[in-house]
């Protein structure tokens, strides 16, 4: 099970990168490509970190036990 969610984390940090990053690479005065890397490191560590800050389905109202 964990490994579905690091999975879908994982996707969407490729998603956000990507919207971050849009416009921003390739042009002329633009970063360096290390930046895409820096940028996705650390939007995948702020989801990794808020997806353990998220309660448990099962202790959430209306979610089946």
Known sequence: MARD???VLFEKA???TGSALRGTMGAENS????YAGEVFRAIWAALKEAA???PDK??????GR
């Open 52 to 54: 353990e800050e998220l």
């Open 31 to 34: 970063k360096e490509p290390a």
């Open 58 to 63: 099962g202790s959430l109202p209306g979610f």
């Open 5 to 7: 969610v690091d999975w």
């Open 14 to 16: 490729v998603e956000i």
